[in-house]
C-alpha cells in the first residue's frame, strides 16, 4: 500500500467510525507521521484502539468542542472528548493565533484524549518561527520518587524552537527511563534490562524484565524526574481542569470512563527580546556540534535532528504495516 | 553572631562594595536565604567572590536597569551588569505585575548575573497564588550529550505552584547529575563516585573522582537531561540576549569580563481555567502521598517540602559559619 493510500484507508477506518472527514483526516495526518517519524507507540498501532473507544462511546466522534477566549492571550478549549488528535489540532493552532496577536499564547484543554506526539503541534509553531512548549498527562507509567506503585504518567516535556535551518529543535521527552514495550521485549528474548529503570513489586530496584513487569517503571533521574513528571501532572491536569493524579485512563484497558487527558501549550514569538534569534540559535547549535566527541560518536545532534532524519528517509519508502495491524485495519473496514 | 546580626554584617559588606542600601538588603536577604535552606553553594560561600568581581569591575554595583515594556504580559530588562539577585528580585516582581494584570507575565533578563536559587524568587510568585516557570543559564558544567567537554551550566528547571498548603511546591533541579562539590569531597576522602555521572578526560566514564575532575560531569538521564540543558540554554541565553552556548562566564575562576547570564520568568494566575486549583492541587498530593512506598521511605515528598522543613528549622538556630568565611567576612569589611 502506497502511503497516500494508508492515509486514505486510516481516513475511511475513521470516517466509518463517525469522525467527520475532517476530523479524520487531521487524525490520519498525526498518525502517518507518526510512523515516518518511527514512533511507532504513536502510530496504527492505536487505530484499533481509537475505534474500539468510539464503539464504547468512550471517545466521542461528533464534538462539540468549545474554545473559551480568556484574554487575547489566553484560550481554553473544552474537547467534550473528542479523540485527541482533535483538540491539540485546534489548541496549537489557537496558540499560535495567539502568540502571533500578543507575542505569547497559552491554551489549555481539558476532556480530551491521548493525541500522539507532541513534538508534532511543536513543528507546527515552530514553522511559524514561534517557541512552543508544550505538556500533557497520561495513564499511570511510573511510580513517584519513593512510591512502589504507578501513577505520573510518561509525561513528555516538548519544547520547540526555530533552529536557523530547516530541521527544527524539537525537543519531546518521556519522564520515563525506558517504556513499557522495551521491557517486555526483554522479557520475551530473555535479557535483563538496564539498572535503575524500574522495581519489583516489593519495590526493590530490578534488572529482571519479568519482575519489573509485575512491578513499577521509575522516572528518569530519581527524585528529579519524579519532580518534573509531577510538574507536567500539575500543569496539564490540575491547571486545565482534566484528571489528574493517576485518574487518566489507560486507553487500551481501561473502559470505565473517558480518559480525560488535559495539554497545555504556551507558544511565544522568537523575536521578542532579540530580532536575530534565528542566527543566534544556529551560533549556539555549530558551537555545540564543534565540541571534541566521545568515542563513536559521529555528530552531536540537537533533539528533533534525528526524527527529522527518519522522516526524511522514510517519505520516500512505503510504510510497513505488520500483519497484525494489516488484519485489525481489515477488521476496521469490515 | 546572631542570623540578624549576619544579615547586617552582609549588608555592611556590600554597602562598603559600593551597593545602594536597597540592593544589598535584597542580596543579604537571598544570601541568608540560601543558608537557611542548605544551599550553602549559594549562599555565604559566595559572598568574597561578588565583592571581588565589583572590585574588579566585573559586577556593576551601581546598575542603570532598564525595564523595557513589551506589553501588559511581557517586560525585558537589561540588567546592566547588577548583581544577579537585584536584576531577579525586579523581573520576578515585575512578571507578578504582569500576570496580575492580564494572567500570564513574561520578563527576560540579560546582562545578568549568578543570582542564587531559581526557587526563591518562584517562591515570592507562589505566595501571590501565581505559578512560576524559572530558567536561568550558567558558567559551563556539564557535557552535552555526545560531547566530552563541558559546555551546558547546570541550567536549573524551576518550577513552582501554589499547593493548598503554607508549604509550597517548589521544583527547582539542576540538570547536572551531582555538582562538582560532591566529586571534590570524594576526591578528598578517597571514594567511588556513582556510575553514569562523570567522564574522564578521554570521554570514557568513570567512578574514580580524581579522573572525573579531569574530565566532565554529566547531564542527568543521558540525551533526555542534555536536551533540556540545550533548552534552559536557549530559553535563558538565546532568547534573552544573553550569553549562551558556553560563554557565561566562571564568577569563580575567570575576570575576563561580565559573566552575562540571562534568566527567563514566566508567571500565570492558578484559577485561569479552574476556580477551584488550591483544592485540587491538595487532592493531587494527597492522593499521591498515600501511594505505598518503598521500604525506608516515611513520607512521599513533593518538591519543596524538605528545603522548608530545614528552613524552618535552621531560622530558630544560628547560622554555622566556617572559619574559611569568617576570615573572608572579616578581610571583606577592613
Known amino acids: 500500500m502506497k502511503n497516500k493510500e494508508l492515509k486514505n484507508t486510516i481516513i475511511k477506518i475513521l470516517r466509518k467510525h463517525n469522525l467527520s472527514l475532517l476530523h479524520s483526516k487531521i487524525c490520519a495526518e ?49 474537547a467534550n472528548n473528542s479523540i485527541g488528535f482533535v483538540a491539540a489540532d485546534l489548541a496549537i493552532k489557537r496558540a499560535i493565533k495567539n502568540a502571533k496577536k500578543t507575542g505569547i499564547g497559552m491554551v489549555a484543554v481539558k476532556n480530551s484524549n491521548h493525541y500522539g506526539l507532541s513534538g508534532y503541534y511543536a513543528e507546527q509553531a515552530v514553522k511559524k518561527n514561534l517557541i512552543a512548549m508544550i505538556y500533557t498527562n497520561a495513564p499511570p507509567a511510573i511510580a513517584p520518587h519513593g512510591a512502589r506503585k504507578s501513577l505520573f504518567g510518561t509525561n513528555p516535556i516538548c519544547f520547540g524552537t526555530p533552529s536557523g535551518s530547516k530541521v527544527p529543535f524539537i525537543l519531546d521527552t518521556s519522564m520515563s527511563v525506558i517504556n513499557r514495550g522495551k521491557i517486555r521485549f526483554a522479557s520475551k528474548t530473555n535479557t535483563k534490562i538496564p539498572k535503575g529503570v524500574a522495581l519489583d513489586k516489593s519495590g ?52 470505565s470512563g473517558p480518559q480525560n487527558v488535559g495539554h497545555l501549550f504556551i507558544v511565544f514569538k522568537n523575536n521578542l527580546f532579540v530580532k536575530n534569534f534565528n542566527s543566534r540559535v544556529r551560533y549556539n547549535f555549530i558551537k555545540i556540534k564543534k565540541l571534541p566527541k566521545v568515542k563513536g560518536v559521529k555528530e552531536i545532534m540537537y533533539p528533533g535532528q534525528n526524527k527529522y532524519a527518519r522522516n526524511r528517509v522514510n517519505s520516500k519508502k512505503r510504510i510497513k504495516i505488520s500483519n497484525q495491524i494489516r488484519i485489525e485495519m481489515k477488521e476496521l473496514l469490515d
Chains 1, 2 share one sequence.
Open 204 to 255: 526493590k530496584p530490578t534488572i529482571n524484565p519479568n519482575k519489573a513487569l509485575e512491578g513499577v517503571q521509575l522516572p528518569i533521574a530519581g527524585y528529579r524526574g519524579s519532580g518534573l513528571a509531577w510538574m507536567v501532572d500539575i500543569l496539564s491536569g490540575v491547571l486545565t481542569g482534566s484528571s489528574h493524579a493517576g485518574e487518566v485512563k489507560d486507553p487500551f484497558d481501561d473502559f
Open 30 to 78: 498525526a498518525i502517518i507521521n507518526a510512523e515516518l517519524v518511527g514512533a511507532y507507540g504513536h502510530g496504527l498501532s492505536r487505530l484499533k484502539m481509537y475505534c474500539e473507544r468510539i464503539k464504547r462511546k468512550l471517545i466521542n466522534p461528533k464534538p462539540k468542542i468549545s474554545i473559551k477566549k480568556l484574554s487575547e492571550s489566553i484560550s481554553h478549549i473544552d
